[in-house]
């Protein structure tokens, strides 16, 4: 639809503003790959290299929407993607499902601790009942 | 908006390609997002700096993310039949443009106004200060300024005064005092300084005025 051409430095500014802006929005790739990058300790320079793409398919990377894991059309969503930013498809799919897969496990840890502290609760109180 | 402004910025517009994004953003192609910001950006821009000219670049940028972004959160509240892609991102961006320009002002005017409660520091009595941060009086009082002034010289101080300006020559400029010796000006220019900003802090933060 739209060919891919080189961006002129106030493009690049101005997508890099875009980027950071979506940064906290899971709907957009830019929360998923910021994600990566607190995971996996890497840099830019790092991302673009595991992604196999230039800085300039990573700043159309943040700005695409997250394909759903769930989603029948994943991978065609993904291929996409790839084909517009320059990356690699296998890459931009580990990395999503390990965000995804470290999500899920924040969550149920978080949510383990959750109960765990309203067990110590329920644990104290009719013993602080006892008390009084 | 100025027929000539509008057709320039209109034809710089693939319209075909953007109801082509929208189309593909509906259907959920995940690159239609990215694509619209690198395709509509400058055109937006463009726009607003023609109309926007006192705003800042920062502004304007943050303006054109804000605009694209609620369309492609609510992407069915845009109509086709009713107007162009471009037109809307245009108009939802100049909404929030005023939205920050409007920010910014009342930013500046609190400052000023602070620096009236520094000059007329009372050892401790704040209540001056408290009246001040309420946004809803001082947007009344902005509007009131521009109906309240009468003398012209009083209107250019405060407009120099709401737009951040510091220097002293100018506002030697305002007042018709620019031919004194430099000294003078600064006296002279600091002496009507504070008399504007009592002026202000009586006017900008009393809601009675709205009454009278």
Known sequence: ?132 | VPEKTKNTSVRRVDSALLSKLHESLRAGDPTATARLFEVIHRPIRRTLRRLHSQASEDQINDATVDAVLSYIKRPEQYRPDKQSLFSYLVMSARGDLRNLLARERRRRLKEILRDDVELLDDGGNNDLETNFIEPADIERSLVNLERLLNDPKDRAMVRLMAAGERSTIRFAEALGIAHLSVDEQRKLVKREKDRVKKWIERHATDPRDDEQ
């Open chain 1, 1 to 132: 639809m739209q060919r891919i051409r080189a961006m002129t430095s106030s493009s690049l500014t101005f997508l890099e503003r875009a980027g950071q802006r979506v940064l906290g929005d899971p709907a957009f790739l830019a929360f998923w790959l910021s994600q990566y990058q607190h995971t996996a300790r890497i840099d830019e320079q790092g991302l673009c290299g595991t992604l196999g793409c230039g800085p300039e398919g990573l700043l159309r990377l943040r700005l695409c929407l997250a394909p759903t894991g769930t989603a029948r059309n994943f991978i065609e969503q993904v291929e996409k993607i790839a084909e517009y930013t320059g990356c690699q498809v296998d890459a931009l799919v580990r990395i999503i499902r390990l965000v995804d897969s470290v999500t899920a496990l924040k969550r149920e840890a978080d949510d383990s601790r959750t109960l765990l502290k309203a067990a110590r609760q329920r644990y104290k109180e009719p013993k602080s009942g006892a008390e009084e």
